[in-house]
């Protein structure tokens, strides 16, 4: 681990003291504190308004019970959450997660890095996160809807366009923001489009959302590989994970030119040099809600079971499953296959010792709230469709992701320089987002 001074350190201690058990959250803090050191240097206005301290504890913080009924009639309990966690620079914006890990931690770290990721985005939007520890495997329809009316029957008097705007997360996608703003306009008797993003393109919704998080973290690479003079054609690419972020990373890729040579779910993954047949995973996981062993056997590729997605050789690896998926003896396993850049496009995949290995081997680490925020500038983007009344083009708006993919890398090149760290996505990432919310926090007083 990286030092920290001794007024980071403070706001460290101060942390695990207020957040026991969140090792999650505490990892998420502890990476973004070891980037803040040139900052206080020079800035000591952000200490003597206790500006970190304040980032680090949520404005407010919601949990509530949600009950529902399953198919045989029974009744089945679970938690929701939803942390307001700053509003410097907008209405708190964020993802639900329905997963049966969440708990407070998950959403502590998730909101958290959401406050500096949308700040990097440069559009107006604060920063929040939601979810249960709702498993919604196995799980129909009917059931699906009755749990997405009963969590909404709580969440919708904290929520609001003006006011908080959530979206999807893992396990929370079209079907389930359909049901949540459903129960939301019936509640509420009010076409509200704006309270929620990820909606459908018939009622409300912004073209390329779905897309959104993969293509901009693909956007990002690009711009990476051509600082270096290079680019996707003909690359070899991992791409952990088959859900949402992971399709439509691996399209983009396969668009600019690269192989997505393997992918995965929770049960394995599938290796195919020739590449993954897109059409076929995306009829396999998101039409037939099915298991990558049934894309394997459809395609021929080969599946395998045990050991991990990262043992395959890539140029350029982009871990888009979960929090924490690629641990240090991947990072090491990666750089011996050599591969040149990772880029994060779920939130956390890497741990800090993965993060280790990879810059000491001088392979390019770009973190998630870089590489991914893509989704959620197009949430804001979709936002600000819903508040004009209008609805712009595929072309247009993935024109528009493009041209905030390539600010977001230029901003964090720039801002890496200017305080001592070139070439560092990390830092570049952690200074402009932190700076760009305590500037807000200041000028907003003590609040
Ligand atoms: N859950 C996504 C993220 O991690 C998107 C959030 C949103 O669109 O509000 O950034």
């Not at 050991?307 to 871990?319: K, T």
Request: charged share 25%; net charge negative.
């Amino acid at each position: 681990m990286t030092a920290l001074d001794d007024a980071l350190g403070d706001v460290y201690t101060e942390v695990l003291r207020r957040n026991p058990g969140e090792l999650e959250f505490h990892q998420a803090v502890r990476e973004v504190l070891e980037s803040l050191g040139p900052v206080v240097a020079k800035r000591p206005q952000y200490t003597d308004a206790a500006v970190i301290r304040r980032l680090c504890e949520p404005e407010r913080q919601l949990i509530f019970r949600v009950p529902w009924v399953d198919d045989a009639g029974r009744v089945q309990l679970n938690r929701g959450f939803r942390v307001e966690f700053n509003s410097a620079l907008g209405p708190y914006k964020g993802g639900l997660r329905f997963h049966p890990s969440v708990y407070l931690g998950i959403v502590k770290f998730l909101g958290f890095e959401q406050v500096f990721k949308n700040a990097l985005t440069g559009m107006p939007i604060g920063g929040g996160k939601g979810g249960s520890d709702f498993d919604p495997k196995g799980r129909s329809d009917a059931e699906i809807m009755r749990f997405c009316q009963s969590f909404m029957t709580e969440l919708y008097r904290h929520i609001g366009e003006h006011t908080d705007v959530p979206a999807g997360d893992i396990g929370v996608g079209g079907r389930e923001i359909g049901y949540l703003f459903g129960q939301y306009k019936r509640i509420t008797n009010r076409y509200e489009s704006g309270v929620l993003t990820g909606k459908g393109l018939t009622w409300g919704g912004s073209q390329v959302r779905t897309e959104a998080t993969g293509y901009g973290t693909v956007f990002f690479v690009q711009d990476v590989l051509a600082a270096r003079g290079a680019s996707f054609d003909g690359r070899r690419v991992v791409v952990s994970g088959s859900g949402n972020v992971a399709l439509y990373a691996a399209e983009k890729v396969q668009q600019l030119g690269g192989v997505v040579v393997a992918c995965s779910d929770s049960s394995g993954y599938v290796v195919d040099d020739k590449g993954i047949d897109l059409e076929l995973l995306k009829d396999v996981k998101q039409a037939r809600r099915e298991r990558i062993a049934v894309y394997a056997a459809e395609s021929g590729a080969r599946f395998v079971e045990d050991g991990s997605v990262w043992d395959v050789p890539c140029d350029v690896a982009l871990p888009c499953a979960t929090q924490n998926e690629l641990d240090g003896g991947h990072a090491e396993t990666l750089v011996r296959g050599g591969c040149v850049v990772v880029a994060e496009g779920a939130n956390m995949p890497c741990t800090p010792q993965a993060v280790r290995v990879l810059e000491s081997a001088g392979v390019v680490f770009v973190p998630g709230k870089a590489a991914n925020a893509g989704g959620v500038a197009t949430s804001a983007l979709e936002m600000q469709q819903n508040a004009s009344r209008d609805s712009w083009s595929f072309e247009h708006t993935e024109a528009r992701l493009a041209e905030i993919m390539h600010g977001i890398h230029e901003r964090c090149l720039e801002t890496a320089d200017e305080y001592g760290r070139p070439g560092s996505y990390v830092a570049g990432a952690n200074i402009a987002g932190f700076t760009q919310v305590a500037d807000a926090m200041l000028a907003l007083g003590v609040i």
